[in-house]
């Protein structure tokens, strides 16, 4: 499988876009900003979005992507999500106030979106020998983080997420583990906000590092822009043995 950066940063701003990964040819991880500067053969080739919460940042093309290309497509869009994260998006986004509810247009029996809710651990097969799950996540709404097996190796997103103790164990446990992607939103001036909003700052990602059991490449998103270089400086200096790099737009992680 590989990953291609749509967007990974803490806002927008130019040439900054929110959270949002290309798995191969037909498949998203979150939907923010940056799906919007695919192509529309691109975005038409779409079958599966896998999203991590409901927040903006990571939602924000979804609705924007379905009714620019719905049209085009033989089938509807499957968004994969947890349980209470489909009931928001159905209840505040698709619901025809905030945007037309995609999930009977042009009709019931023929829609542009399907929802699929997928619990914590619930394999979900993409085809190809490709695996998607969900991992736990701790952010101040419902969230997972989620885990992709090309079946040759994995990679695993934390969403956005802060200290939280039933990760860890899943992580160790994925033997052909090769990338990990982890949030760190925050410098550690900024910790109590971190704590309060349920995201990680350097200091709280050093503890958690110290956690993974597994060899993998670790990738830090989500920093707030106007802050990279000295988040990035804090990460280096609170990750022990580990050495995290930041993610950037338009890299592909392959696994």
Not at 72 to 101: G, I, K, Q, S
Not at 171 to 194: G, M, P, W, Y
Request: proline share 6%; net charge negative; with cysteine.
């Amino acid at each position: 499988m590989k990953l291609r950066v749509l967007g990974c940063s803490g806002g927008i701003g130019e040439g900054l876009r929110t959270t949002s990964f290309a798995i191969d040819a037909d498949t998203l991880l979150d939907a923010g900003t940056g799906v919007g500067d695919l192509s529309l053969e691109q975005l038409a080739r779409i079958d599966h979005v896998f999203v991590s919460h409901a927040h903006l940042d990571h939602v924000a093309a979804l609705p924007l992507m379905l009714d620019t290309v719905g049209w085009m497509r033989p089938a509807p869009v499957t968004v994969y999500a947890l349980p209470a994260v489909v009931d928001v998006l159905r209840r505040h986004l698709f619901n025809w106030h905030l945007w037309p509810d995609f999930t009977c247009i042009p009709s019931e029996a023929a829609p542009w979106l399907r929802f699929q809710p997928v619990e914590i651990g619930q394999p979900v097969d993409i085809g190809g020998g490709r695996i998607a799950r969900a991992l736990p996540a701790h952010h101040v709404v419902p969230a997972a983080g989620w885990h992709l097996d090309s079946g040759r190796g994995s990679l695993v997103y934390t969403g956005d997420t802060t200290v939280n103790d039933e990760f860890w164990p899943k992580v160790n446990a994925i033997a052909n583990l090769r990338h990990l992607i982890i949030e760190t939103a925050f410098s550690n001036r900024e910790q109590e906000l971190a704590r309060v909003s349920r995201h990680l700052c350097p200091e709280m990602l050093g503890r958690e590092l110290d956690r993974l059991e597994r060899s993998a490449e670790i990738h830090i998103t989500h920093l707030k822009p106007g802050e990279y270089e000295a988040i990035m400086e804090e990460v280096q200096a609170c990750a022990g043995h580990h050495e995290p790099r930041m993610l950037a737009g338009g890299e592909e992680l392959e696994f």
